[in-house]
C-alpha cells in the first residue's frame, strides 16, 4: 500500500486490506448481521475489517449496504429506582425506625451488602451517593442534532458501561432510523454491517460505531443498544434528523475530545486492536460554491494512528483515501452539496492521544480554508 491511496475496501476485507488508486466507488452486498430482503444502494460506503496485518501491500473493493427491516418493537429502558433513605436521628419513639433497604443507614447496618449493587448504585449507598443512582449503560449520538447533508448523515454512536462486563457483546440498532432512511449502515472496523450490528466492549467497558443514513427523512429516531447476556442493560439516545440548511461556515470534528476504543488487541470493538478513533467532520462553506470540491486531512492525526487511517467520503463522485503514516498522495474529496456543505468520516487504528489538528480547503472561488482542533483521549472507562 502507498500512503494516501484511494480507500475501497470490502465489508469482509481488514483495515489493513485498506483500498489502492483509483477511489471509485463499486457496488456489492456485504451480508448483512439480520439479512431479509435488500434495498438498492445509491452512494457507496467503506467498511474495514481488520486482520491484524499493516495497511500496506493490499487491495480492497468499496461495497454497498444491503438492509434489513428490522420490525421488532424498541426495548424499553432498563428503569433503575434511587431509594431514598431515612433518617433515624432525632426519632422520639420506643419502637426503632426501620431504615429503607438500600439506604445509607441500611447499608451500614448490613455490612456485607455495602460492595453489592443495591449499595453502590443507591442513593447515598456507602456514603458517597448523590442523590441519584449511576447509570448502568449510556449510549450516545455525536453530532446529534445531524444535518442531512449531500442526502447523507453521518454520526458516531458511543456505548458506554462499567469495565465489568468488558468483552460482553452489545447490539446496536434503530429500526426508527431504517424506516425513515432508504439506507442506513451501522459501521464497526470489523465484520457485519446493516441496520444493525453487534459489537464487543473493550477492556473499559465501551464500544463506538460510525452510522451512515441515506435520504433520511428529517425527525427524530430513537438509537438503542442492548446486552446480549445478563444482566441484559438496555440504554437509548434520540437522534434528531436536521433537513438540509444553510449554516455559518465553518469545520467541526465530531465527538470532539473522542474516547479511543479497545484497551488491547484481543478485547473491544470486534477484536480489531487498540485505541481506535471514529469521528465525523462536517464542512460548512458559503452556498455559492455550490457544487464545487471541498478537500480535507490532517497530517498530525494521520502520522498518529500508527497502524493505519482512512478518510471516508459518502459523496458517490468523491474520492475517500487510506494510508500509513503520513500522506503523501491526493487528499479526501468530497462536493459540496446547495447548501455548501460537506461531511466526511474518520477512522484510526492504534491511535496515540493527543490534539491534531484538521484542515479543509474549498477547491474554488477564493479558495477558503478552514482549521478545527480535535482531541483524541486514551482508551479509560466513562461512566
Known amino acids: 500500500m502507498v500512503n494516501g491511496t484511494d480507500c475501497v475496501p470490502d465489508v469482509q476485507k481488514g483495515l489493513a486490506e485498506a483500498p ?11 451480508a448483512p448481521v439480520r439479512p431479509e430482503q435488500p434495498f438498492s444502494s445509491r452512494p457507496r460506503i467503506i467498511i474495514i475489517e481488520d486482520d491484524r496485518r499493516p495497511l500496506s501491500g493490499h487491495n480492497g473493493e468499496v461495497t454497498r449496504s444491503t438492509l434489513k427491516n428490522t420490525r421488532r418493537g424498541l426495548i424499553r429502558l432498563l428503569a433503575l429506582t434511587a431509594v431514598v433513605s431515612m433518617p433515624l436521628a432525632g426519632v422520639a419513639s420506643a419502637t426503632p425506625v426501620k431504615s429503607a433497604k438500600g439506604s445509607a443507614a441500611w447499608c451500614a447496618d448490613h455490612p456485607t451488602k455495602q460492595n453489592k449493587p443495591i449499595c453502590t448504585n443507591s442513593a447515598g449507598g456507602g456514603g458517597t451517593g448523590s442523590g441519584a443512582p449511576a447509570p448502568t449503560m449510556v449510549v ?13 448523515i453521518m454520526t458516531v454512536v458511543q456505548v458506554e458501561t462499567s469495565p465489568a462486563f468488558a468483552g460482553d457483546s452489545v447490539i446496536v440498532s434503530s429500526s426508527q432510523l431504517a424506516n425513515s432512511c432508504l439506507l442506513v449502515y451501522f459501521i464497526p472496523f470489523r465484520g457485519n454491517f446493516g441496520e444493525n450490528v453487534v459489537l464487543t466492549l473493550d477492556n473499559d467497558g465501551n464500544a463506538t460505531v460510525e452510522v ?7 425527525g427524530p429516531s430513537v438509537i438503542e443498544a442492548d446486552m446480549m447476556a445478563a444482566p ?3 440504554a437509548t ?3 434528531q434528523v436536521l433537513p438540509p440548511a444553510i449554516t455559518p461556515a465553518g469545520l467541526t470534528g465530531y465527538p470532539n475530545p473522542e474516547v479511543e476504543v479497545g484497551d488491547t488487541n484481543g478485547v473491544g470493538n470486534n477484536d480489531i486492536g487498540n485505541s481506535d478513533v471514529f469521528a465525523v467532520f462536517e464542512i460548512e462553506t458559503s452556498p455559492v460554491y455550490a457544487e464545487q470540491p471541498v478537500e480535507i486531512d490532517s497530517t498530525q492525526l494521520d502520522t498518529s494512528c500508527g497502524e493505519g487511517w482512512v478518510w471516508i ?3 458517490p463522485t468523491g474520492l475517500s483515501r487510506s494510508g500509513t503514516g503520513l500522506n503523501t498522495g491526493l487528499e479526501a474529496q468530497a462536493l459540496l452539496d446547495d447548501d455548501g ?3 466526511f468520516g474518520f477512522f484510526g487504528k492504534s491511535c496515540a492521544a493527543g490534539t491534531a489538528q484538521v484542515i479543509a480547503d474549498v477547491e474554488a472561488g477564493t479558495h477558503s480554508t478552514y482549521v478545527t482542533a480535535y482531541t483524541v483521549d486514551p482508551p479509560a472507562p466513562t461512566i
Do not use: K, W
Not at 489502492?20 to 456485504?30: F, K, N, Y
Not at 453530532?143 to 442531512?148: E, S
Open 341 to 343: 456543505n460537506a461531511v
Open 140 to 152: 450516545t449520538a455525536s453530532p446529534n442534532p445531524v444535518m442531512d447533508t449531500g442526502a447523507v
Open 232 to 234: 441484559y442493560y438496555t
Open 212 to 218: 451512515v443514513g441515506e435520504d433520511c427523512a428529517p
Open 313 to 315: 467520503s459518502p459523496d
Open 237 to 239: 439516545t434520540i437522534l
Open 20 to 30: 489502492q488508486a483509483g477511489g471509485r466507488m463499486t457496488p456489492a452486498d456485504p
